[in-house]
Each structure stands twice: as structure tokens, then as C-alpha cells.
């Protein structure tokens, strides 16, 4: 039984458009999209296919462009900041791996043993020493 080139769902034995069901027959050609009860079928889609193409182009195109101009300032602002924008994430590691706020914390012995070790070789003085000694120990 072949149902080729029926336009309607009315054209189609009801068991055996029970059985294949009205999506099965549309998307087989046996139905028309517009006539099995889809609004305005996939017509729209079709006939608007140039304009959403144009559009969707038009986006992909400004998007390369604003890439490449974001892309352009970075670069240029590396440059001015003496920086080689090639390399500028392994130089910010680097640079946040050498800082201070990421070093480990000295215990409160490393602290006292540096301390002492100033006062040995003249560098403080007693008394600082001592405010240094107790500052440390209240941390």
C-alpha cells in the first residue's frame, strides 16, 4: 500500500495512519506539512531561508570582527605595559606564584630565629627587637 503523492491526512486509511502516526507520514512526504494541521507548516522557514541566513552570517561575521578588535587592544596594551602579549599569561603566573600574598606563612619560630638573626648582626635594636619578639608571639 503506497500512499505517494497524497496531500491530505483524509487521503490516508485511518488504521494506517493510526499505526504510522501523522509525524511519521509528514516526515515521509506522504502528508503535507501545511495540511496535516501544522500552522503555517515549515513553508515559513523555507521561504524566509535567505533572510535567516543572512542574518545568522552577518552574526558570525561581526563576531570575527569584534574578536579581532578586542584581540588588536590587548595586544597594543601588553606592548605599552612593556609586556610580551605572546607570553603575558606565563609572566601574570609567574609573577602571582613569586608574590608575597602567595608565600607560605612563616611559623612563629621562622619569625623569631629571623629576628634574632637581625639583632645578631646589628640591624635592629634591642628594644625593636623586643617589640618585633612580642608582635611575633601575639600572632
Not at 20 to 29: L, P
Not at 87 to 115: D, F, G, H, W, Y
Amino acid at each position: 500500500m503506497i500512499f505517494a503523492g497524497t496531500t491530505t491526512t483524509d487521503d490516508i486509511p485511518p488504521e494506517v495512519l493510526e499505526q504510522m502516526g501523522i509525524e511519521d507520514a509528514v516526515d515521509f512526504g506522504y502528508v503535507d506539512p501545511e495540511l496535516a494541521g501544522y500552522p503555517g507548516g515549515l513553508g515559513f522557514i523555507f521561504e524566509s531561508f535567505d533572510v535567516i541566513f543572512g542574518i545568522v552570517a552577518l552574526l558570525v561575521l561581526v563576531g570575527f570582527i569584534f574578536t579581532a578588535f578586542i584581540w588588536v587592544r590587548n595586544y597594543k596594551a601588553g606592548k605599552n605595559a612593556g609586556l610580551d602579549p605572546f607570553t603575558l599569561q606565563t609572566e601574570l603566573a609567574v609573577r602571582a606564584a613569586n608574590s608575597e600574598m602567595l608565600a607560605p606563612k612563616k611559623t612563629v619560630e621562622q619569625k623569631l630565629i629571623e629576628l634574632d638573626g637581625l639583632l645578631a648582626r646589628g640591624l635592629i635594636t634591642r628594644d625593636e627587637h623586643t617589640q618585633a619578639r612580642l608582635k611575633a608571639l601575639g600572632d
